[in-house]
């Protein structure tokens, strides 16, 4: 059994009657991370009760609860006021610390956000907790990013940790952003700690060199190169004696041996070092001097290597290379260097450049012999064959994302999505969100990419990023045809965090979103003040009212009514009766808070308050009104109370919504997934085998929908149906989720 969600009341009537023992054993049994919205502010009472009592430790856990609460739901002042609070009692919480840096790095308070994150890199670095300290000092450099100290913390926190590759292949960047700012002693220092810190250790010395020569110390710069016999070291080395104005030694450093990985070397250097790319022009002169007495072969082989000096494409490589290719009259190689061209123009936004490219493939691929030659599937990728003569239009991303079209493209998807996938399987989440990211900042409308972003976002507690990546997910799938998963994927990423009014009206034109008001039902600002005169504050707000002044906190009946009724009227207009509670009971409470954060104790509440029949009287008329209000037949919304029912934990009443909707052939797939999940968290797993079950005959069988059916059966003891389902699974799909390690486990005796 778990933890259960705490009778709160009754916790603050023992703490007032000075029965603190018994309180804080009923604290410790609850989970505070149950407690609904609307008891937030009951929580913060007791909180204050138990720090006047002496019991900081009980105290901080509630407000550190409220806090996190606050945090999830995008209320960062209010959340670092209970922090604060932390602090408080208990100087020496790092992690309070830390979060208030964090927020306030939300709120764009960059120097509030230094002064606590240094707090904490430094708390947290004397206790010996480096990889609490390394999550500081991301956030330090997330605040301030053009600070070289704070990446020297993060790189040094690293190096901590055992990450020392990460740390020094940082600490080399800063050194090159160090040189380009003039500052070539501290960039000397950074250079000389990456290469104490990195496995291979010459990037940085050649990195010291150059920050020597910077400084006109050159001679100090060679004599650092010399012990070193490497191409990159003698290319290095050239690069030294030009800056020192020794033009022909740098060209006998480059010429000797005709060495391809010494030119290699050389330009790579100037690319990657800002301070050198004035000098391109006249390093592609040296090389190009260089090797103009090797053969074609050798040629082609120096310019392909050439060409990977930049991840895009080193474009006076790929010219050179289209180039020797049409003296040799090679056509392939020619239209090989063409796309590769096209695709770094199309990385920098240079479609005129792109255009160009295109009408010269065009002009190569018209000749029969060179088609033959290119391949038919490589030149519809590029979107410049003889269907595409030209590049097309822009698209609106959000009604046609990009998806992979060339076996490059998807080379790489699936490469992200397969690092993805062993990075979360071994714990490192973040890292494997960096991986989908990439790919669906790549191509928005790849639905497996978009799919597993969510999966693993919903396990992650960020709602913000959750509601992203479920709007990514939603434009994805309207995209490709699936419109009921596209909605419904719309609908969650709404319940997940608060959704920008602009964005709101877009998804709805795309039909994402149900904004209008049902006809003939009233909207809720004309319905609230037909209840009462001159009421304000109105709704959630004025149940929290009482919480303010020490009265009881439940609210009376009238103002039960206009909550319900506001909440339902939201649920018929495309909304949820949660969303409305739990937003607006949010905000009343993070108001009640600015008063209460120090406020003296209040009246004793004694037992059986008005407050504890609360939910119940809302829950009964809210179901009056249901009744009167929303027909049988009203199956959407009927749809949508379940959805409201299931958040606010009333399992018998959202199976009852469910088992409405489920009456629409639209809804019904949806409505009998929801049904098995509720029979899950019941505990009735035969019922919830057979929703699943009806839910694959209505919908067909979905990854999802397979994947949660064998779980089922598994939790209903049925293991041998479990592994057949998984093996189905496998054989469709062996890279979804832990499939092959379910078969594993229920495959391996014992």
Request: proline share 5%; hydrophobic share 45%; aromatic share 4%.
């Amino acid at each position: 059994m778990g933890q259960q969600t705490p009778n709160l009341r009754e916790i603050e009537t023992l703490l007032r009657q000075g029965k603190t023992a018994p309180a804080v054993l009923a604290l410790d049994k609850a989970d505070l991370d149950a407690v609904e919205a609307r008891d937030l502010l009951l929580l913060n009472r007791i909180g204050d009760l138990l720090a006047r009592a002496g019991r900081a430790a009980e105290a901080i856990r509630c407000y550190e609860a409220i806090g996190t609460r606050f945090e999830e739901s995008g209320f960062a002042p209010k959340a670092i006021a209970l922090y604060k609070k932390v602090l408080k009692l208990d100087p020496r919480r790092w992690e309070a610390w830390y979060r208030i840096g964090r927020l306030n790095t939300e709120q764009k308070l960059f120097g509030e956000a230094r002064a606590y994150l240094l707090r904490a890199v430094e708390g947290w670095l004397g206790e010996g907790a480096f990889p609490s300290a390394l999550r500081a000092c991301e956030a330090l450099v997330a605040a301030e990013p053009d600070n070289p100290l704070h990446r020297v913390r993060l790189a040094e926190a690293r190096a901590a940790v055992g990450d020392r590759d990460t740390a020094a292949a940082e600490l080399l960047q800063l050194g090159r952003a160090l040189l380009e700012a003039g500052r070539g002693a501290d960039a000397e220092r950074a250079f000389a700690r990456a290469a104490e810190l990195a496995a291979d250790p010459e990037p940085g010395w050649c990195g010291q060199a150059l920050a020597l020569a910077a400084q006109g110390r050159h001679e100090a710069a060679l004599e650092r190169l010399r012990h070193l016999a490497t191409p990159a070291a003698r290319a290095m080395e050239a690069l030294v004696l030009e800056i020192a104005g020794r033009e022909e030694e740098a060209g006998l450093r480059l010429e000797a041996g005709a060495d391809p990985e010494r030119l290699v070397a050389y330009l790579r250097a100037v690319v990657e070092h800002p301070t050198l790319r004035a000098r391109l022009e006249r390093a592609w002169s040296r090389v190009d001097r260089t090797m103009r007495s090797w053969d074609p072969r050798a040629r082609r082989a120096a310019l392909e290597a050439l060409a990977d000096v930049e991840a895009d494409g080193h474009l006076p490589a790929l010219e050179r290379m289209a180039a020797l290719a049409r003296e040799q009259g090679d056509t392939a190689a020619e239209l090989s260097a063409l796309r590769r061209m096209i695709r770094h123009h199309e990385a920098r936004g240079n479609q005129e450049a792109a255009a160009r490219l295109g009408a010269r493939v065009q002009v190569l691929q018209s000749e029969p012999s060179s088609f033959e030659a290119s391949g038919s599937a490589e030149t519809t990728a590029t979107g410049l064959g003889p269907e595409a003569p030209h590049p097309a239009p822009e698209a609106d991303p959000l009604e046609a994302p990009a998806v992979p079209l060339s076996t490059e493209d998807h080379e790489y998807v699936a490469g992200q999505l397969t690092e993805a996938e062993v990075l979360s399987k071994y714990g490192l989440l973040d890292e494997a969100l960096e991986r989908l990211r990439a790919a669906v900042s790549r191509f928005p409308g790849h639905l497996d990419a978009q799919a597993k972003l969510a999966e693993l976002l919903r396990g992650k507690g960020d709602r913000a990023a959750l509601r992203d990546a479920l709007l990514g997910l939603a434009v994805a799938q309207r995209a490709a045809g699936q419109h009921e998963a596209a909605r419904q994927s719309a609908r969650e990423a709404v319940r997940a965090a608060p959704l920008p009014q602009e964005m709101r009206a877009r998804l709805s034109a795309l039909g994402l979103l149900e904004e209008s008001p049902t006809p003939g039902r009233p909207a809720a600002a004309a319905a609230a003040p037909a209840r009462g005169q001159a009421r304000e504050p109105v709704g959630a707000e004025a149940a929290w009212s009482a919480g303010e002044t020490g009265q009881d906190s439940g609210p009376d009946q009238e103002e039960i009514e206009i909550l319900v009724e506001e909440a339902s009227t939201a649920a018929g207009n495309g909304g949820r009766a949660s969303d409305k509670l739990d937003e607006s009971t949010l905000e009343a409470i993070a108001r009640s808070l600015e008063a209460q954060i120090q406020a003296d104790l209040e009246p004793e509440v004694g037992p059986g308050a008005q407050g504890e029949e609360t939910l119940e009287e809302v829950l009964a008329t809210f179901k009056r009104h249901v009744e009167r209000e929303v027909s049988a037949d009203d199956h959407r919304t009927h749809y949508d109370l379940g959805i409201a029912y299931k958040e606010m934990g009333l399992v018998k009443e959202a199976l009852e919504a469910f088992s409405v909707a489920a009456r629409s052939p639209e809804l019904a797939p949806d409505a009998h997934c929801m049904m098995a999940v509720c029979e899950r968290e019941r505990g009735n797993m035969a019922q919830a085998v057979r929703h699943y079950r009806r839910a694959i005959e209505l919908r067909g069988a979905t990854k999802e929908l397979r994947y949660d059916l064998a779980e089922a059966l598994l939790e209903q003891g049925n293991r041998d149906a479990a592994l057949e389902e998984f093996k189905n699974l496998m054989q469709a799909d062996p890279a979804y989720r832990d499939v092959r390690e379910r078969v594993r486990r229920l495959t391996t005796p014992g």
